[in-house]
């Protein structure tokens, strides 16, 4: 299972490709893509602010839930922000 060391995670949510502040990058995380899902996964368990609903394993609960992920990221193409989205 997935675990957080702390509590919540903020986050700003973009379109693919679309610029937010600091010259940050944000995208849709693709899901089959196994580096990408550990990298998101990490950036979660080590963030100050970490939500379990967040994870990947969340997503998952409902079988009838389609779970997208926009991820922040900097220059260097380091996560720095994200959020999970249910629909």
């Known amino acids: ?7 919540i995670l903020s986050v700003k949510y973009g ?3 679309y610029n937010i502040s600091g010259g940050k990058q944000s995208e849709i995380l693709d ?15 080590n963030h ?8 990947l394993e969340w997503g998952k609960v ?3 839930w389609k779970n997208e992920v926009v ?3 900097d220059e260097k193409q380091n996560i720095v ?3 999970s ?3």
């Open 1 to 7: 299972g997935h675990t957080c060391k702390n509590k």
């Open 71 to 73: 991820v922040a990221e």
């Open 85 to 87: 989205v249910l629909e």
């Open 31 to 45: 899901l089959q893509d196994e580096k990408q899902r550990k990298e998101y996964t990490e950036f979660l368990e």
């Open 81 to 83: 922000g994200s959020l």
């Open 15 to 17: 379109n693919e490709g």
């Open 62 to 64: 409902k079988s009838f």
């Open 48 to 55: 100050e602010r970490c939500n379990f609903q967040q994870s």
